[in-house]
């Protein structure tokens, strides 16, 4: 698949199925394109589409099916979407930095591919309060699902999700206790963690 160079194009790419429950056209939405008018499309669909099935068969798909509808805060983003955002300080790291992240079709540093969405969880929306309780989620995904890199914000709890070839296993957040939660090294990494998350769900495929 090329480029869309037409509203056509694009919305036969926003039709291609990534996972059961998840189409292209999910993750296209950014409020910088939006309110800047850059177009969010991708340079390479073909590998965008690859990564984002990975992301979302893996991981979004299995967290649906566990805590019920997902809200995506963001997704895919274009390298020129994301410079912008960048050089106008909008949350937005370098294009090298989000290669493999939020820019889907572009490998990183090393060659490897890899997708990430912003998302956020209804079902801990509803149920916890304390600001510290996102660690729940975090422990529970840790020990259920094969994530690269998790990031938490304080707004909603949404947080970034990552899948990648190479995956670090690495958590942090910007809620507290802010900094990293785990990593590989770190004495927390390994081990049972389910007293974190007391009277979650069992996983759901």
């Given amino acids: 698949?090329?480029?869309?160079?037409?509203?056509?194009?694009?919305?036969?790419?926003?039709?291609?199925?990534?996972?059961?429950?998840?189409?292209?056209?999910?993750?296209?939405?950014?409020?910088?394109?939006?309110?800047?008018?850059?177009?969010?499309?991708?340079?390479?669909?073909?590998?965008?589409?690859?990564?984002?099935?990975?992301?979302?068969?893996?991981?979004?798909?299995?967290?649906?099916?566990?805590?019920?509808?997902?809200?995506?805060?963001?997704?895919?983003?274009?390298?020129?979407?994301?410079?912008?955002?960048?050089?106008?300080?909008?949350?937005?790291?370098?294009?090298?930095?989000?290669?493999?992240?939020?820019?889907?079709?572009?490998?990183?540093?090393?060659?490897?591919?890899?997708?990430?969405a912003c998302i956020a969880v209804p079902w801990m929306i509803d149920r916890y309060r304390d600001e510290s309780d996102w660690q729940r989620l975090a422990w529970w995904i840790h020990d259920h699902l094969p994530y690269a890199s998790l990031c938490f914000f304080p707004k909603l709890w949404a947080f970034n999700i990552q899948w990648h070839e190479r995956p670090r296993r690495v958590i942090q957040s910007y809620v507290r206790p802010r900094g990293i939660l785990t990593k590989p090294g770190m004495a927390n990494w390994e081990g049972d963690h389910a007293a974190f998350y007391e009277g979650f769900p069992a996983l759901r495929n």
């Fill in 1 to 116: 698949m090329r480029k869309p160079g037409s509203m056509k194009g694009l919305e036969d790419l926003g039709r291609v199925r990534l996972s059961q429950n998840f189409f292209f056209r999910d993750f296209l939405h950014s409020e910088i394109a939006d309110f800047y008018r850059i177009p969010n499309i991708p340079e390479d669909p073909e590998l965008a589409i690859e990564a984002g099935k990975r992301l979302c068969e893996e991981l979004l798909e299995p967290l649906e099916a566990t805590f019920g509808r997902l809200h995506i805060r963001s997704g895919y983003r274009s390298p020129e979407v994301n410079r912008f955002g960048n050089e106008n300080k909008l949350n937005c790291s370098t294009n090298a930095a989000t290669a493999a992240h939020h820019i889907w079709d572009m490998r990183d540093f090393d060659g490897c591919m890899g997708a990430a």
